[in-house]
């Protein structure tokens, strides 16, 4: 192509450009989408007319906790279970207000250790103390009855001896669900790993 060519066809642009809009426009082309999710017929539809944007994190909570498993058997707290299986939990550390931690890097090496994975090994005995829902939860905290003797396994040195450390707590998933898709296999969920072996008093 010679440069005067290029320079006609860079001329023709501020007139090609419009024309060919209006020709796609006139011709009533509609692009495939280049991605379409498939949603089963019976999966609810989400409308903001009626539900309202207020309530948009209850109805994907609502729509989680109709899909639970119909076997599901819900902790409800101060019950005690026992782990059925090695398996891994999340633990998160509690913290105090304190003025101590007012130093970047003694914060930055606190703030490492708030979160993070525990092994509960098979006969762990563990109760609970709180729920996300009365009667349905999705997600369960518990602390283990050998609260002392496991701390220094779960929690790091320096959160533990850090001046706002205030103890830890574990949580685990109550059961899969629509939004465990791809999740990794260690996940752990309570109703498959522990067993229910003593009411709450």
Known sequence: MTRRTLLK???????????IARAVAKSQYQPEPAYAP????EFPKWNPAID??????????????????????FPRVG?????????????HVSIAHSKAL???AALLQYFT??????????????????????DKPLRVTFQPLRYRELQDHIVPENTRRSPGYAGYQLS?????TISCFGKEPCQTYFNEAFALVEEAV
């Open 52 to 73: 309202g944007l207020s309530d948009a994190g209850k109805w994907v909570l609502d729509l989680e906790r109709a899909r639970l498993p119909r076997d599901t058997t």
């Open 113 to 134: 250790g708030l979160f993070g994975e525990a092994h509960l090994a098979l006969g762990e005995r563990v109760q609970i103390v709180e729920v996300d829902h009365p």
């Open 38 to 41: 498939y949603l089963p017929a």
């Open 79 to 91: 019950q005690v279970w026992t782990a059925i299986r090695d398996c891994r939990v999340e633990y």
């Open 102 to 104: 007012t130093d970047p």
């Open 172 to 176: 685990a998933r109550t059961a899969k």
């Open 9 to 19: 066809l860079v001329a023709l642009l501020p007139w090609a450009g419009p024309a």
